[in-house]
């Protein structure tokens, strides 16, 4: 597990359910007390994973067959040897791209938190399992992404360098790059810790099985942050248009246009140099529609995903975790505030 800075528990109402609400139960939870707001909080933690469950059987490729060990991931290597050549690119072209690092640094968190991924396998932890193939298949697509966006800078033949077009929005389709955002803060900032040692300390598959789950103050916090998360790459890649080998592709063709334009700067006679131009017009042209098409389907995929959670986010009021809570205690199910 990662230990990171501490903060201070805000109590707030999950913003999911203050934008859903009226304006006047906006303004009526904005004076709840503790207490209330932590009911409230904890109905939407469980309608919010019921979410995340009703969308699980994602394509994830053969991420979950490493059950937590991100070095048995086979596509690790090449979105490492990616991640080294852009930051190559980027400071040759003197720009600072912040992206790297933070897909460098989510993986580090992985790697260290690989005691927890492979005891939430092992003990068939169904939250700490989709947020392990979730964030890693995240891991891929923000790299291959960032490929897509940045290929302009590729040497091309005769050391020409390529600008870049603007065919396209870089700031579009990167959902996995934002969440991985959001994943390396809350592992900095001990969220993350505190979620996922709530679950595993309670042992549940879940936040909605039989049976009332205690819950304390600062966990309540933390899933109410992590939880949307896992719940948004899920949204993410559940209708994604784009499968993991189309990411991979992306690696591939960019990692061998790079190699050819090493080749070419240490070729020495006028025949090799020829040879060597003539396999990089041959892969410019399949990197471009490579790129061209992926980062069509990212932007698409976009718009798609944020009209569902939209409409799906409609459902959070604050009547609905009312009835949640009515209903919990009437069971004897859900979460409660210890």
């Known amino acids: 597990m990662i230990v990171g800075n501490r903060t201070p528990v805000v109590v707030q109402v ?14 009526y939870m904005r004076t709840m007390s503790k207490e209330d707001i932590h009911q409230i909080n904890g109905a ?8 995340v469950l009703d969308k699980k059987n994602c394509d994830f ?27 190559e690119l980027m400071t040759m072209n003197g720009i600072q791209e912040p992206g790297i690092a933070e897909i460098e640094t989510a993986i580090g968190n992985v790697e260290r938190m690989q005691p ?35 290929m302009d800078y590729l040497v091309g033949p005769d050391q020409e360098r390529f600008s870049p077009s603007n065919r396209f929005d870089k700031g579009r389709g990167m959902v996995a790059l934002e969440c991985l955002k959001q994943f390396n803060q809350y592992c900095k900032n001990g969220k993350m810790d ?23 103050v600062g966990a309540i916090a933390a899933l109410v942050a992590v939880v949307p998360l896992t719940r948004q790459l899920i949204y993410w890649y559940y209708r994604n248009k784009i499968s993991i080998s189309e990411y991979l592709e992306m690696q591939a063709q960019f990692l061998e246009m790079h190699k050819l334009a090493v080749e070419n700067s240490k070729a020495r006679s006028s025949s090799e140099k ?22 069509i389907k990212a932007s ?35 979460i409660q505030i210890v």
């Open 14 to 27: 999950n913003p999911i359910v203050m934008e859903a609400s009226s304006p006047q139960d906006r303004k």
């Open 44 to 51: 939407s933690i469980q309608r919010l994973y019921q979410t």
């Open 61 to 87: 490729g053969d991420i979950p067959t490493s059950k937590g060990d991100l070095s048995k991931v086979k596509y690790l290597t090449s979105t490492k040897e990616c991640l080294k050549v852009l930051k």
């Open 116 to 150: 927890t991924f492979e005891y939430g396998f092992k003990t068939n932890q169904e939250y700490i399992i989709i947020l392990y193939n979730t964030t890693v298949m995240a891991i891929v697509d923000a790299t291959s992404m960032m490929c897509t966006a940045y």
């Open 194 to 216: 505190d979620a996922l040692d709530y679950v595993i300390r309670e042992q549940k598959s879940g936040f909605i099985g039989t049976g009332a789950i205690a819950v304390t």
């Open 274 to 295: 020829r040879a060597i131009i003539k396999k990089q017009e041959r892969v410019i042209l399949k990197l471009h529609k490579a790129a061209d098409k992926l980062s």
């Open 300 to 334: 698409d995929q976009e718009d798609f995903m944020k009209k569902e959670m939209k409409k799906d986010n409609s459902l959070f009021t604050l009547s609905q975790m009312e009835k949640q809570i009515s209903d919990n205690k009437l069971n004897g199910v859900g």
